[in-house]
Every structure is written in C-alpha cells, then in structure tokens.
C-alpha cells in the first residue's frame, strides 16, 4: 500500500476493484462502509461478483473476469476526452503520458462496454466523472487484479490511473493492495521472492551478494542467478530438474492451480519437507514434516498490507514438541554448514535492521509504543505514513501504455462458462486453520460454486444439486448455490475446500513478468447430475 488505513476518513470517494472487501478484509471493509453510509462518500465498485460493496456503490461495474485493463483504460478515455485528468500533476511529475494518451484513445465507453460484458457504456462515463471530480481518491485493490496472466499490467493500470488523477503521494489517495494473508507483506520484505534479498535487493548484484555473504557468516559465494517461482518449481519437478522442495507454512496442494499437476510434482521429488502447525493437505506427501509454532505460541514481527511492522508476543506453550520457526531453520542451517547463533526472534531482528535499509530505524522497543511504517531509515525517523510524498523514488511516476489483453483460456462451445475462484468471510486461505476451527467449518460446512439463474435454467439445475464442473484439467462434483452474484455465463467457486477443490480446475498459466498464476479465470463446463 502507499497510503494507510487510517487514511480512509480522509478520502473523498474510493474506487474497490477486484476486491471482496468485506468477506476478505472486513476490518478495512467496516471502515470504508461507514465512510460510504454515514459520510455520504463516493464509491465506485468493479468486480465479476455482486459482492457485499456493490450494494452501496454510486457505481457498480460487473465485468467479466480477466479485462481489468479494459476497464481501467476506458475509465482514463473518458476522463482525457473531458479534460478531468490532473495535468499539471502529469506534467511536473510523470513521463510516459503521451503513449499512455495515445493507447487509451480507442478505449472508448462503447468498446469497452462490448470487452466487459457491461450493458450500459453510460456508466463507464458516470463512474470516470464521479472518480475524477473527488480529491483524494483512493484505489483498493486485491488479487482480482493480481491473479491474472495480465496481473503485473492491471497493477501498472492502477498506477496509470492514480497518476492521471494526481492521487498518489497524497494523503487519502494512494495504490492500495490489500495483501492476501496476514503477513504476506512482512514475507515479501524479507525477501521471501525468487530474487531479492531483504527489502526488495536484486539478488544479481554484486554488492548485495558481498553484503548478504558477510551479515549472514557464510565462507561459501551466494547465487546472483534468481530462483523459481512455485509454478516453476513444480514445473522443473517434473521435469527432473528440482530433487527437493522445502514447503514451509504453505499448502499448495490446495492453494496452487492444477491441482493434478501439483501432486504430479511432489509425488517425483526425492525429498519434500513440510513444517506446519498442523498436517495439511501437502503434508501428506511429506518425507519429514516439522512442528512449528503457531502465532499466539512465538514472539517476533509481522508487517501488515499498510507495510506496518508489529511486535508479536508469546502467549501461550508451544504444543508438544513444536519448535519456534526460526529455530527449526537455524538448527538446520548449521547441520549445513554455517556457524548461526540467534538466541532469540529479536537477535534475528536486530540483523535486520543492519542489511534492511527501509527497517533500519525500527525497533522492538519502538513498535512497541509506536505506529510505525517503513521506510524508516533511523531511530529518529517517524515511519512513512504515505509513499511518494515529494517524488516518486524513481524521479518521475512511469505511465505506461497497456493493451487489454484477453486470458490464456477463453470460453468455448465445449467449456462455455467463464469460471473464477475466491474466498468466504468464514474460511482462511486453504482452511488450515479455519476449518479445523469446529464453529467456522459448521458455520460454511462445504464448497459450492455460484451459478446465475441463467445457467441454472440453462442446465435445469436447482438450487442445492449437485453438479459436475469440469475443466481441461479436472473435474469436481459439488453443490449449486442459484443467486444473481455472478455475471451471467459466470461461475464462482471458494477454494478452501479439499473435498471439491477450486484448483483441481484452474490453470497455471503465468504472468510473463511476474509468474503469479491465473487463479481468477479459465473456461469450464457445468453439469448436471443425476442421482
């Protein structure tokens, strides 16, 4: 996020899109609900789904899943054609609009409309006019933007249209993704990616491998060569290039797409070690699983989606004989052949501090009396409250020309129905936690997919059958849930659930840029079964 949330009551009006805010992140959710209730604030919501925010919405905007772009370039035409953009913010403080102009040109109300799936183009039109005319206006948006072979130019669309608005490096304004789990964020800063060090360090650079090489006492030269994704792991798996996988709090059985092609991989590794807090779905295919701690059993950490770092306390003994995290990995790490002596989680902090030029003035003492966000380069630093404040950190905010393009898998006579996945307020990522709550799992018992009236007629389908959905890659019996939430030709379908898995039907179709996998759309056929 560049901006806070705190900042929402600042806000004039709020664009949500690809966000189920309320379901997903309901404390955010709450406050953008009572900005929008009770302060009469603008809102302008985008999603596939007629999710809870669209009802309160000035606009609402049901697109088909996968032409974000679409619709945010369409967005920008009519705010170009009727001179709202904020050009003396574009002139001074970004490069690039030319092109960008020039792309958007034939973005108009009408083609987009025909792109989308969206009846009345005149609500393009009022939606661009209602996000132009509030100052500061802030953008949520989640992984219905991100989870697309698309996802790194709907993010680059956001930033496009923030800028032409001159609402980043303002207070209420801002580029905010709402990350997907709790400390999503703190990982990435740490750098849990393919290939950065901490705090977002190419990995190919010389200095940093020299700098990463001496803080963490290791006598043997570390790669400048980035790792792979997760796709790309289970990819090289199968191929007999990958021997062995470290799974460490992730359960990509149920969270990767192609389900089939995820155990495919696992099952031809020679070695695969899980550490958990409970024996998931991946665990099962473990050689060794490991026990770690769960929140309330360690201390240390966590930075939030508004990059706020939080102190962790023990609250309670580790169960059995689960073991701390970093402790396990530690223990590990000297069995390898390095010399590690961290005695605690804020041993490991304070290491932090010294290669993580963005946490360097944070401490534990600090957060704990203290709002703090990075960056904060020193111990006299406030933290950053909002990014970009003067000037972007690159000198000039790139706009950049994109073209809508459409998804890898479209639909077809054979699988004629668009299908896209996402989560309930009940249930947590894959249920490793959720569903082994016993009020949680009774409260949302068991997956369904969404299927507009339309459909259910189409396929003399009632409300609570079971169905078949099937795609290229597998196929899974569940129960219908007939409501007008989904578009039209659309199907929604939660994945929390093993025992009708979402991703034993989506494709693993990558980012070129970034490999992030489209989650949010592929082509399926529904069906009905008979008893």
């Not at 223990?331 to 902090?349: C, L, T």
């Not at 169905?467 to 939660?494: D, H, L, Q, W």
């Amino acid at each position: 996020m560049t901006n806070s949330i705190r900042e929402i009551p600042i806000s004039e009006a709020y664009l949500l899109i690809g966000t189920n805010t309320t379901e997903n992140h309901p404390v955010i959710g709450s406050m953008l609900k009572r900005e929008v209730i009770h302060k009469k604030k603008k809102l302008v919501v985008i999603d596939p789904r007629r999710i809870e925010m669209s009802r309160y919405a000035d606009v609402y905007l049901q697109i088909k899943p996968g032409t974000n772009v679409a619709i945010l370039n369409g967005l920008a035409h009519v705010i170009l054609k009727e001179n709202l953009h904020d050009a003396e913010y574009v002139k001074t403080r970004c490069e690039g609009f030319d092109d960008y102009r020039k792309v958007v040109e034939k973005y108009t109300p009408e083609h987009v409309a025909s792109i989308c799936g969206i009846e009345d183009p005149s609500l393009i039109v009022k939606a661009a006019r209602i996000l132009a005319n509030a100052k500061p206006m802030a953008l949520y948006y989640c992984m219905g933007i991100t989870q697309f072979k698309s996802g790194v130019n709907g993010v680059k669309s956001c930033a496009n249209f923030q800028m032409l608005l001159g609402n980043l490096g303002v207070a209420g304004g801002g580029v905010n993704p709402l990350r997907g789990q709790n400390n999503v964020q703190g990982a990435c800063d740490m750098g849990a990616l393919n290939a950065v060090y901490p705090a977002y360090q190419p990995v190919g650079n010389e200095d940093n491998k020299n700098k990463f090489k001496n803080a963490w006492k290791v006598a043997f030269d570390l790669s400048m060569k980035p790792g792979l994704t997760i796709v790309e792991s289970l990819n090289a798996a199968i191929a007999g290039d990958l021997k062995a996988l470290y799974v460490f709090g992730e359960n990509p059985v149920m969270s990767d797409p192609n389900q089939h092609h995820v155990i495919e991989a696992l099952e031809k590794l020679d070695f695969l070690v899980v550490q958990d807090i409970v024996m998931t779905e991946t665990a099962r295919y473990a050689d060794v699983v490991l026990p770690g701690c769960a929140f309330l059993e360690k201390e240390g950490t966590v930075s939030n989606t508004e990059r706020r770092v939080q102190l962790m306390h023990k609250v309670v003994k580790p169960w059995g004989e689960s073991r701390d995290d970093w402790w396990i990995l530690t223990q590990i790490a000297n069995r390898m052949g390095v010399d590690w002596n961290y005695q605690s989680a804020e041993d490991i902090f304070e290491e932090i501090r010294t290669v993580t030029p963005s946490y360097a003035g944070i401490t534990y003492e600090r957060v704990e009396k203290e709002l703090i966000q990075w960056p904060c380069p020193t111990e006299g630093h406030p933290g950053t409250q909002f990014l970009h404040k003067d000037k972007f950190s690159r000198g000039l905010g790139l706009m950049t020309a994109i073209e809508y393009t459409p998804p890898a898998e479209e639909v077809d006579p054979e699988y004629p129905v668009i299908l896209t996945t996402g989560r309930v307020l009940e249930h947590f990522h894959t249920g490793t936690m959720s569903r082994n709550s016993r009020i949680l799992d009774e409260t949302v018992p068991e997956g369904y997919v969404e299927l507009h009236p339309n459909e259910a007629s189409n396929y003399n389908i009632s409300d609570g059958e079971i169905v078949s959905v099937s795609t290229r890659r597998g196929s899974i019996r569940i129960k219908a849930r007939v409501t007008e939430r989904p578009k039209p030709n659309v199907a929604f379908i939660p994945f929390h659930f093993a025992e009708a898995a979402a991703n034993k039907l989506t494709i693993d179709a990558l980012d070129p840029t970034c490999k992030i996998p489209e989650f949010k759309v592929c082509a399926c056929k529904i069906e009905k079964v008979n008893a």
